[in-house]
């Protein structure tokens, strides 16, 4: 099992930026296929950005394609959500998770280790 924390979160204004990390407690983080989701108020949990093994990979969804970018660090064990252009409708708890299915999966079903989640608040 993969112990993630994330980190970075907090308060931002409307078109503000924020990168979000999660580091991963694992020896072999190479081996897993990582992803980034979020959970509104009162909405189910979406998939946001995953990224493949190796790093050459990377998928978003569609709304957030042009102005997040996720990204892997193998020294760090670390993954990272940088987002730029925020908007208030993007207010959620944020999570990382490993998928041992397929990089960018969006099924939520298809992960397996997740972390605590961090709190981010874009103000309009």
């Known amino acids: 099992q993969v112990q993630l924390v994330e980190s970075g979160g907090g308060l931002v204004q409307a078109g503000g930026s924020l990168r979000l990390s999660c580091a991963a407690s694992v020896r072999t983080f190479s081996r897993y296929r990582m992803g980034w989701f979020r959970q509104a108020p009162g909405k189910e949990r979406e998939f946001v950005a995953g990224?493949?093994?190796?790093?050459?990979?990377?998928f978003y969804l569609d709304s957030v394609k042009v102005r997040f970018t996720i990204s892997r660090d193998y020294a760090k064990n670390t993954v990272y959500l940088q987002r730029n252009s925020l908007q208030s409708e993007e207010s959620a708890v944020y999570y990382c998770?490993?998928?041992?299915?397929?990089?960018?999966?969006?099924?939520?079903?298809?992960?397996?280790?997740w972390g605590q989640g961090t709190q981010v608040n874009v103000s309009s």
């Open positions: 990224i493949s093994l190796s790093g050459g990979q990377t």
């Open positions: 998770a490993t998928s041992p299915v397929a990089a960018g999966t969006p099924w939520e079903g298809e992960y397996e280790d």
